[in-house]
């Protein structure tokens, strides 16, 4: 089992532009998170994903959207980029059954805004 | 709001001395605490929760409700702790799942 897999690995994008982001979930998970984790900063949350509906919000504006499809994967959609979505964007999967199961964590992918 | 302290940004210790990584947090009711790691150009990984009460690569953290601490320690350290520390937080409530970390903790161990 190959875990959490993100991709890309690395994106660069000019200010304006739209980005997606994909992740692929642990067998048996059935739940994403995504985190935005600036430089020297711990990740934050940004939202959650069960069901193909957006469970939990984070205080991100709603250039920051995302989606969940029937095979569990996700995407994160951002518009408009700002400099300052420049970070590392991390996928995290947990089995929704059985609450405080601990999120296992992807590679990330690192967005670079030019 | 939650909230999650970790107030070292970099612990410098020499093997075989002890380590501990503070974290403290704010939090109304009762969360669950975890200890995630991250080793040189690896994923996040969890190192321990709190209910599992359990010593991981020989680490372990108590919570202390009154003064809202989740230390990590570790008595002898070992090289291959050099690594970045993140405490994180996960509410109890309709917003489980929605983890709160502090900024992490980089710990260097020096022969």
């Known amino acids: 089992d190959a875990g959490v897999t993100q991709s890309p690995t690395h994106l660069i994008k000019t200010r304006g532009q739209q980005v997606t982001l994909r992740c692929s979930p642990k067998?048996?998970?059935?739940?994403v998170s995504w985190y935005q984790q600036a430089l020297g900063q711990g990740p934050q949350f940004i939202f959650q994903y069960y069901e193909e509906e957006e469970r939990q919000r984070g205080n991100f504006p709603d250039r920051f959207s995302g989606h969940q499809f029937p095979n569990y994967s996700s995407e994160l959609n951002v518009n408009a980029l700002l400099l300052g979505d420049s970070a590392l964007y991390l996928c995290a999967s947990s089995p929704w059954a059985g609450a405080n199961q601990p999120q296992h964590f992807g590679d990330g992918t690192r967005l670079s805004i030019l | 709001a939650q909230r999650v302290t970790q107030p070292e940004k970099l612990l410098s210790v020499f093997k075989g001395a002890p380590v501990e990584l503070k974290c403290n947090y704010s939090?109304?009711?009762?969360?669950?605490l975890f200890w995630y790691v991250q080793y040189s150009r690896q994923r996040l990984q969890l190192l321990l929760r709190?209910?599992s009460r359990e010593s991981i690569k020989g680490f372990t953290a108590d919570l202390n409700k009154g003064e809202t601490s989740f230390h990590l320690k570790k008595p002898f350290a070992q090289e291959e702790d050099s690594a970045m520390y993140y405490c994180?937080?996960?509410?109890?409530?309709?917003?489980?799942?929605?983890?709160?970390f502090g900024a992490g903790t980089q710990v260097v161990v020096t022969p």
């Open positions: 709190h209910i």
């Open positions: 939090y109304s009711g009762s969360p669950e």
């Open positions: 067998s048996g998970h059935d739940t």
């Open positions: 994180a937080l996960n509410p109890r409530t309709d917003s489980w799942g929605k983890l709160q």
